[in-house]
């Protein structure tokens, strides 16, 4: 069946640096995106979103870019901090779904 | 202070020995979701509702049952638990499945079905 998955289960960076995590889904007819973020010991939590009609959209210290040609979502979160050590989910729904699929989620790990 | 509410935070129960999870959520939400959560599988949606008495099977449903009498309230019910129901449970809602806001999440219930 369709799903939504990401590219990479574990990404390790540096503190201060800028980070990308990537997701691919294969529904052509998604048409809105959404970015949760998870931290140990707690419900997803959402970070931000992005409809079909866009390619791009900002948030503090966080972008969304969605590229409908290659059906791919990225989250960029700038100067990564401490506090964004977490799972991050992608999760999509459109084309008479009433529900959202997830992503299996990529762990983000802060080296300091 | 909006948020979803779930009970028991913890749970360990025996196999066959029926149980509800409950849920509830204060922000006059119509659309509520229960997902489990199990390592290298991710989020699996199990059951949701649109709005009041309207529940809908998702990817997961079998084993559980739902109901939606009130709009708030949205409980989780294993009628016979068994082992592989053994997993970490959110509930969640939002305004609408598709129009925008994200879901907002409870802070999960662990089941252990020993």
């Known amino acids: 069946g369709e799903s939504v998955g990401l590219h990479l289960p574990t990404l390790s960076v540096q503190e201060g640096d800028n980070s990308i995590i990537n997701c691919a889904y294969s529904n052509s007819a998604s048409d809105y995106f959404i970015w949760y973020k998870q ?6 939590q959402f ?16 972008t969304v870019l969605l590229n409908k040609t290659v059906k791919h979502l990225s989250l960029q979160i700038a100067a990564t901090q401490p506090g964004d050590s977490a799972v991050y989910f992608c999760a999509e729904t459109g084309g008479g779904a009433d529900g959202l699929t997830f ?3 990529t762990h983000l790990i802060i080296q300091p | ?27 006059n939400h119509e659309y509520m979701s229960w997902y489990r959560q199990d390592p290298g599988l ?14 809908d099977k998702g990817d997961v449903p079998e084993g559980y049952k739902v109901s939606r009498k009130e709009k708030r309230n949205f409980p989780l019910i294993l009628e016979s ?34």
């Open chain 1, 39 to 44: 931290e140990s010991g707690k419900g997803p």
């Open chain 1, 47 to 62: 970070i931000i979103d992005i409809r079909s009609n866009m390619d791009k959209r900002q948030g503090q210290r966080v």
């Open chain 1, 103 to 105: 992503g299996k989620g």
């Open chain 2, 1 to 27: 202070e909006a948020q979803v509410t779930q009970n028991p935070r913890y749970l360990i129960t025996v196999t066959g020995k029926k149980l509800t999870v409950t849920c509830s959520q204060n922000m």
């Open chain 2, 42 to 55: 991710g989020l699996r949606q199990i059951y949701y509702s649109m709005n009041v008495e309207v529940t």
């Open chain 2, 81 to 114: 638990p068994s082992p592989n129901q053994t997993s970490l449970y959110f509930c969640a809602s939002s305004f609408s499945s598709r129009t925008g806001g994200g879901l907002i999440f409870g802070s999960g219930t662990q089941l252990s079905v020993l």
